[in-house]
């Protein structure tokens, strides 16, 4: 009986160890990013449309590097965890910057949506789509050129063999809220979906073969939106709020989104058959951090880290981190908070470095893609 017990001591420690280790394995030799500034890692910065002044960057990497973070995002973990260097922005175009294991084509302001006359980034979906397939035409005719370009540009089969990210659509809604009721964005909903398939379509015409897609979090907990729909001159419904202080409508439109956005996952796999595709559950690990907040460690899930006001939200959307306006007559400067590790919001509308952590731990064990990992 006891040698029995043993063996199946043996067995359960075998089997717990092997899932763990299946779930933070990833086996890919390059990835291609695409996104919002969830995961821009500077191209917007790059492009000279936006200068982040400090304290972005303080964590980490010590300085500015165009992240709309303190420190690392989750491309940046998820890179980490996959033994891949950080991806290197497509615009970036001093310092020699290495492409080998992938770029990164996300742009902050993105939208899946084509861009408007008045949109503050151009780079929509549809663009950075076709920024990767220019990309990608240039290497292969770099490749047979010259074999010194070979340690900075990736080989042909990573294109095929690599994974494609996409984290993007929180602007989408987020701007649709402005002009539009929350009926008329649910019904808007699919438009944004079918733009988002003809993306995937062409780069899958492309090569393209495995797809790592986030869904969006929780916009009603960012508190800028909060700022401007609770408090501010769109705030009309005062118990559009829930008990955590995140806006009831806000959320229903990520929530009602996520579930188109999986229906397109599941018919990815039955229309193309030899394609991977993971949907990534970014919204409830989001969402358990902001209600169990405490539970993990962190503060007012809220508040914002990098900002001005004071209050629950400390966040004022005249006042961007790091910056000094005058405001009412006198100078106003969002500064950082002295402990950003514990705090959920770094600057009101993106998550802090350790936040960013928090969701790439949850997501490596296995329990948030679909299929599992």
Request: aromatic residues 14%.
């Amino acid at each position: 009986m006891a040698s029995r017990k043993c063996v199946f001591l043996i067995f359960s420690l075998f089997s717990i160890c092997l899932t763990l280790a299946n779930s933070i394995k990833f086996n890919y030799p390059a990835v291609f990013n695409f996104g919002d500034s969830n995961s821009d890692t500077g191209d917007i910065f790059s492009a000279g449309i936006e200068a982040l002044y400090p304290p972005y960057g303080e964590k980490y990497f010590h300085r500015r590097t165009g992240r709309y973070c303190d420190g690392r995002l989750i491309v940046d973990f998820l890179m980490e965890a996959m033994g891949l260097p950080f991806l290197n922005p497509y615009l970036d175009s001093v310092g020699m910057p290495n492409f080998q294991k992938g770029c990164n084509f996300a742009a902050a302001g993105s939208t899946i949506m084509p861009v408007t006359p008045t949109a503050f980034c151009p780079f929509s979906f549809g663009i950075q789509v076709d920024q990767f397939l220019r990309f990608k035409s240039r290497v292969l005719e770099l490749l047979p050129q010259n074999a010194r370009v070979d340690e900075y540009i990736p080989a042909e089969n990573f294109f095929k063999e690599g994974l494609y990210m996409f984290d993007i659509g929180q602007n989408d809604l987020a701007g649709a809220f402005y002009p539009k009721t929350l009926e008329e964005v649910l019904a808007w909903i699919p438009t944004v979906i079918e733009e988002f398939e003809s993306g995937i379509k062409k780069l899958y015409d492309s090569g393209a073969r495995n797809f790592w897609i986030h869904n969006t979090g929780p916009a009603g907990c960012l508190p800028q939106n909060i700022a401007q729909f609770q408090t501010g001159m769109f705030g009309k419904d005062k118990t559009n709020v829930n008990k955590f202080g995140c806006l009831r409508e806000h959320n229903m439109a990520a929530r009602v989104f996520n579930l188109e956005l999986h229906a397109l996952c599941e018919k990815l796999k039955t229309q193309y058959p030899d394609v991977n595709v993971r949907y990534v559950d970014i919204y409830s690990i989001k969402y358990d951090l902001i209600a169990n907040h405490t539970k993990y460690g962190f503060e007012s899930p809220i508040r914002a880290c990098c900002g001005y006001g004071g209050g629950k939200l400390n966040y004022n959307i005249n006042v961007a981190c790091g910056h000094t306006v005058a405001l009412n007559g006198t100078k106003a400067t969002a500064k950082g908070c002295s402990n950003s590790a514990a705090y959920v919001s770094w600057d009101g509308i993106h998550y802090t470095q350790a936040a960013n952590n928090f969701v790439v731990q949850r997501l490596l064990t296995g329990n948030y893609t679909d299929p599992p990992l």
